[in-house]
């Protein structure tokens, strides 16, 4: 696991678009973020375990929304949160969304990173992280951690931009404003997706 972490830290230094500071800075928050989850799944933790094992991490993370544990049919199993405990025993393979990410996990377990969700009235806009815990060269579970998307709005300067675009695998995922003709571009290869991101100053 800390070989695929040091090749994000890689790829983000080695980045076409090191130059350009949203990408810069999102490449940043995220390798941070996937740092904190590795450091979780590490210590493969159990539905018995997992609100412990999470808390210093939860704890000393600006937007922290929840985070989960996961078993391999992609049934949520614990929740950090006590608030979200009816989600337990929820099977994640409902999610249309997520059925490609569910198929790559299968296929070759590995960090993921997923697009800014929508929000509901009932559910702020967030963002989804996922990492395996492997034992044995075996997925054994996976630890999910979802942060508000106004954070890393934040962390990557694209709050302050008159107008922005995120799309994710080709859709747009999140934006604000209207582009204009001389928009800057960014296009970014995160854990297991690519973000493009297009934005106004």
Known sequence: MKRVVISILLLAALCA????PVGTATETYFAG????LESVAMQKPTAEN???VMKPV???LDGFYDATLIDTNYVIRQTYLKRNALARGFSLRKVDQLSVFWAQM???PAPQLSEPGHGSLLQPHLISMRYPVITNGKLESVVSLLVRTETFLEAAGLD???AYKIICRGQPAEEKGILSKHFRETRLQLPSTEWVIQYDP
Request: with cysteine.
């Open 17 to 20: 678009n090191a130059a350009d």
């Open 58 to 60: 939860a704890e000393s």
């Open 50 to 52: 997992f609100r412990d």
């Open 106 to 108: 299968d296929e070759t």
């Open 160 to 162: 302050k931009c008159r």
């Open 33 to 36: 973020l996937f740092a904190k």
